[in-house]
């Protein structure tokens, strides 16, 4: 889809294609903080191996009338083993997250999340090995002194960063090898073939932890974490949505309205009030982030037009 056309086409419905995105993602955005209430709400009596069982198990079973009426071209591919560690990486990065969100206020816990984004340099660097010009790079410094400022890991001149940090930092790292994976994988893989490995092997690999960390659930314990399972996979759905019907560009800044939604339901909900040095270093992530993928926008639609001529 053209800029141009996102910007002045309606749609069916009267709305442009990047009002259709932004709608998408503000769905995702909703739905995404309604999802990590849940799971700090949940979190004093379901630990976060177990909330991620019941939301890879929710996955699974939306998933499974494709599987079974698709069948063996449901798992079509020629890389198993690939898809095995991406799908490990996926419930371990789960995992870590959702016992930050669990432990952190909502709002450290998102701001941190946008990491992943900044992880990808050094990734590109290191593993595809690809030439980072500088503004990259102080991008993504700033981004992480940004990550300094939330978290604050000096006290009285000693290192005090908290496991709930590290682990989102974690989830975040592993989200974006995940993230790097998935950009190498959709060139000879259908969507759907990735999303089904993802959840069946999601289900199987969050199994073991559900296990050491089982308890019988109450029966309203039990509603939420279902429906905190299904929301955690539909708002995949509102997301991929908006960043397909919109120009990517104009959907960038979207993601980071869970940011503000999770400022709200803390404050609301938990009586978390965020602090000058949260909503700074919040600012130095969310803006380096949104610099580093505009620029990579930029600069791949230019190789595309020089490409076309």
């Not at 930092?169 to 974006?176: F, G, I, R, V, Y």
């Not at 539909?234 to 939604?261: E, H, I, K, S, T």
Request: glycine residues 10%; aromatic residues 10%; hydrophobic residues 55%.
């Amino acid at each position: 889809m053209s800029e141009a056309r996102a910007l002045t086409g309606q749609g069916r419905h009267g709305l442009t294609p990047n009002a259709q995105g932004a709608l998408w993602m503000t769905a995702y955005a909703i739905s995404f903080t309604v999802m990590t209430t849940l799971i700090k709400y949940l979190g004093k009596d379901y630990p976060a191996p177990l909330q991620t069982f019941y939301r890879q198990t929710a996955g699974f079973l939306i998933l499974l009338p494709v599987i079974l009426r698709h069948r063996s071209a449901a798992f079509a591919t020629t890389r198993p083993w690939v898809l095995f560690g991406r799908s490990a990486l996926g419930v371990t990065a789960s995992i870590m997250s959702f016992y930050a969100y669990q432990k952190m206020p909502l709002a450290e816990a998102n701001a941190i999340s946008f990491t992943r984004g900044l992880w990808l340099v050094p990734l590109a660097i290191f593993v595809v090995r690809e030439q980072v010009g500088p503004l990259r790079l102080w991008a993504a410094a700033l981004g992480f002194v940004g990550v300094l400022m939330i978290v604050r890991p000096v006290s009285g001149g000693a290192l005090a960063l908290g496991v709930p940090a590290l682990a989102m930092l974690a989830s975040s790292l592993l989200t974006a090898v995940n993230i790097a994976g998935m950009k190498i994988m959709t060139r000879d893989h259908g969507s759907m073939v990735l999303l089904v490995w993802g959840a069946a092997l999601g289900f199987l690999f969050s199994l073991p932890g559900a296990f050491m960390a089982w308890r019988w659930p109450e029966p309203r314990d039990l509603a939420l974490l279902c429906l905190m399972g299904m929301i955690g996979t539909l708002n995949q759905v509102c997301y991929l949505r908006g960043l397909r019907v919109g120009d990517a560009a104009a959907m960038a800044p979207m993601d980071y309205l869970r940011l503000v939604f999770s400022i709200g339901a803390g404050f609301f909900l938990f009586h978390e009030v965020p602090g000058v040095w949260t909503l700074a270093g919040s600012a130095l992530v969310i803006g380096s982030t949104l610099f580093i993928t505009l620029r990579e926008h930029r600069q791949a639609r230019a190789a595309a037009m020089a490409a076309g001529r």
